[in-house]
């Protein structure tokens, strides 16, 4: 398995495939025309792009100008495309970059990933959001460990039943990795698709995503389907972007529904807007006095499911009057409000009300669902983006507190 990913890793692997060779990154819009003129007139693109034109319009862009030298193309294994697949969804290539590559000097395996404790892989998930991403990687890992031996299914039904893998990342690790003819279907691709061939309405729609995936199956070539799933993502990525699209660059041009209709704006069709409920929380900052080097805040783990579950949060209360009964129950009091900001889910939006405690209480902690959490010299624990906030700006408040 190994060897053939790093044979399909290769470019020169790839441009072997193709009667012609591109000589220099000459612009993309004048390397599609002089392939169009050696196209047979029966398949050149009319109202829609036929299959066979459309697939090697964008192998001959990929060869071009795709992406090769991203960190989890340097070995495609299913671990590597499984693991950079998960994080880039709804986060953009620079931001993985760097989470990938910590990822895999800690976890270089599957099998390393399954035996980590799942407090280690949520701290190295921390700031890269949608966390429910990180505890199905780590259930998927312990998964493959204990069912498959540690070596990742190559059956896209056994792939598909993993948690958090779905369609279009089943598609992606067997493509991408084993060069297996699968088509893929993420928000890059959707929106390359629908400008393409015009597809009305939101992808959201069940009768329209069937219609994306119907096409998408049909464009999608046996030959180099590696490249062209990439490619496809890369052209979603950089030159058919959501706002501006560099439509002079794209290989796609001369048979796009949306570019001769001059009306790219309305493809995808977007999501119906609704208005997001808003809800308040009261997060208690209770740090015991001490001096700075040794200051602590005390942090509970949340369920492992449901709103951040499985990370460390402050204390949280619905409204001002529960958050002051638990304090009252501990023999502290409010020392001051800090400033409040609000966070966004996909859902509903949270105002976030930070209320600043400093004293001894005389409660026994119950450290088995939280701990003292040292700002000095911080624990390897998975923390919500809106406690990394307020954990940054704690030393400073509490500096503040002691001056006054």
């Known amino acids: 398995m190994a060897q053939h990913s790093k044979q399909d890793s290769t470019e020169s692997h790839g441009e072997g495939r193709f009667p012609y060779r591109l000589s220099g990154l000459q612009p993309a819009k004048a390397v599609m025309q002089s392939r169009f003129l050696q196209l047979p007139e029966s398949v050149m693109p009319t109202a829609h ?22 960190p989890w193309q340097r070995q495609k294994t299913p671990y590597t495309v499984w693991l950079s697949e998960v994080m880039l969804q709804q986060t953009q290539v620079a931001t993985v970059i760097p989470y990938f ?3 895999m000097q ?5 099998t390393d990933l399954a035996a980590a404790p799942l407090d280690q892989v949520l701290h190295l998930w921390t700031g890269l959001g949608y966390y429910a991403r990180a505890r199905n990687l780590h259930k998927t890992a312990q998964i493959v460990a204990e069912q498959y031996q540690g070596e990742f299914p190559t059956d896209f039904d056994a792939i598909c039943a993993l948690p958090g ?5 089943a598609g992606a690790i067997l493509s991408l990795s084993l060069g297996l003819h699968y088509p893929i279907l993420d928000g890059n691709v959707k929106r390359v698709l629908a400008r393409c061939y015009r597809v009305a309405g939101w992808p959201g729609q069940k009768a329209v995503e069937n219609r994306l995936w119907d096409i998408s199956a049909k464009v999608t070539p046996q030959e180099g389907v590696q490249y062209f799933n990439q490619a496809m993502m890369d052209l979603g990525a950089l030159v058919c972007t959501r706002s501006k699209p560099k439509c002079s660059l794209c290989p796609l041009t001369h048979g796009c529904e949306a570019y001769a209709h001059a009306d790219w ?3 995808p069709g977007k999501k119906p807007k609704q208005t997001l409920p808003e809800k308040e929380g009261y997060f208690i900052l209770w740090s015991p006095p001490a001096e700075l080097p040794d200051a602590q805040v005390w942090l509970e783990q949340r369920p492992p499911s449901g709103l951040w579950g499985g990370l460390f949060c402050f204390p949280q209360f619905a409204t001002r009057n529960e958050a002051e009964q638990w304090l009252a129950q501990r023999g502290l009091t409010v020392h001051r409000q800090l400033t409040a900001f609000r966070h966004t889910f996909s859902h509903f939006h949270l105002d976030i009300i930070p209320l600043l405690v400093v004293g001894e209480s005389h409660h026994c902690m ?5 701990l003292w959490y040292n700002l000095a010299r911080p624990q390897a624990v998975g923390l919500a983006a809106p406690v990394e906030r307020l954990l940054r700006l704690l030393p400073e408040e509490l500096s503040s507190e002691e001056s006054r």
């Open 49 to 70: 792009f036929p299959a066979a034109a459309f697939s090697e319009a964008v192998l001959t862009w990929y060869h071009a100008f795709g992406r090769k030298t991203l």
């Open 106 to 110: 800690h976890f270089p395996t599957v």
């Open 366 to 370: 119950d450290e088995g669902h939280g």
């Open 165 to 169: 893998i779905g369609r279009s990342t």
């Open 265 to 267: 704006q309305s493809f």
């Open 101 to 103: 590559e910590r990822f």
